[in-house]
């Protein structure tokens, strides 16, 4: 899937620290000139230009990781009824396991053909990411498609106290779950796109930021053609009560007007900062490290929301 040359490019700035660079090239077999590339005044440099306190660009692409993890062990399950292979979950940090998904008892051939498309995308893009970060990937951390869920629809008002709330459990169900989510994964990598300085790593991010954005789509394409705007604009409201207060999150229009790409007055979408990414990924307005679809936190130095 990728040659040399983008693999000594790539893991000169892949890992979250100079000696995992080093090791990465070790491992990968890399020796001569990229292990003088890795430690070279160049490099170190480059390394150096970002603001102090900034994330690395392996720490953002692991960020990145940790909900692409999310992704796919929801559609996965959605489809096939079990989530990915142990081969594409292990890396540094603490491995968690996955509580809650099911096959989703599909009626329209068209949405379950949008879903296996989705999923294997998804998959792609944990497979995409294990690659590039190589030894310094982190591990899937403990993931929660059972009680997040319920949490996150009685926080919508989608159900009331008492009741649960199973993504899995039919189609309309299965759409407004993936809702829950979608979106966030289009502004995350927006929000991120500034942070990252390696130009391959930055084009990679476009392209998955894209890739997440047809998955929008889709779904807020079809949960409109489905008459699904009452629910869509209250999940969108929850979403706006998590991530501080402005009010940037839309749903997806009224009976009489669609709003099917989310934008600003120029036409552009909007972004989230990691923070804001992972106040809707816990589930509250508080800086915390761990809840919601993570409840013991992700994995790797980009681990906290923010304060609101």
Do not use: C
Not at 147 to 154: D, L, P, Y
Not at 187 to 212: F, H, M, Q, R, S
Not at 218 to 230: M, N, S
């Amino acid at each position: 899937m990728f040659d040399q040359k983008f693999i000594t490019t790539a893991m000169s700035r892949s890992a979250e620290d100079p000696m995992d660079r080093r090791l990465l090239f070790r491992a990968a077999g890399i020796g001569g000139a990229a292990a003088l590339l890795a430690s070279s005044p160049a490099q170190a440099s480059r390394d150096a230009e970002k603001p102090a306190g900034a994330p690395s660009d392996g720490a953002i692409l692991n960020f990145a990781l940790n909900l692409e993890y999310l992704e796919a062990e929801f559609y996965l399950r959605a489809v096939t009824g079990r989530g990915l292979d142990d081969g594409l979950t292990d890396g540094k940090g603490r491995k968690g396991g996955v509580t809650g998904g099911a096959a989703v008892p599909f009626k329209s051939s068209l949405i379950k053909k949008y879903a296996w498309e989705i999923a294997n995308d998804e998959k792609s893009h944990v497979k995409f990411l294990r690659t590039a970060l190589g030894g310094a990937a982190v591990s899937r951390p403990q993931i929660d498609l059972e009680a997040s869920f319920t949490a996150a629809a009685k926080a919508a008002g989608l159900i009331k106290d008492g009741q649960k709330f199973n993504p899995f459990a039919s189609e309309e169900n299965f759409l407004l779950g993936a809702f829950i989510f979608e979106d966030v994964g289009v502004t995350a990598y927006k929000g991120a796109a500034p942070l990252i300085d390696n130009k391959t790593y930055l084009e990679a991010a476009a392209g998955i930021l894209a890739v997440e954005a047809y998955h929008a789509g889709i779904i807020r394409t079809t949960l409109y053609a489905r008459g699904q705007q009452d629910p869509a604009e209250k999940i969108s409201d929850a979403r706006d009560s998590l991530d501080g207060s402005a009010d940037l999150d839309q749903g997806i229009g009224t009976k009489d007007t669609a709003n099917l790409v989310p934008t600003d007055g120029n036409g552009i979408a909007f972004s989230r900062s990691a923070g804001q990414v992972l106040n809707i990924a816990y589930l509250t307005p508080k800086a915390v490290r761990e809840g919601g679809f993570f409840p013991k936190g992700v994995n790797g130095d980009i681990n906290t929301s923010a304060a609101h």
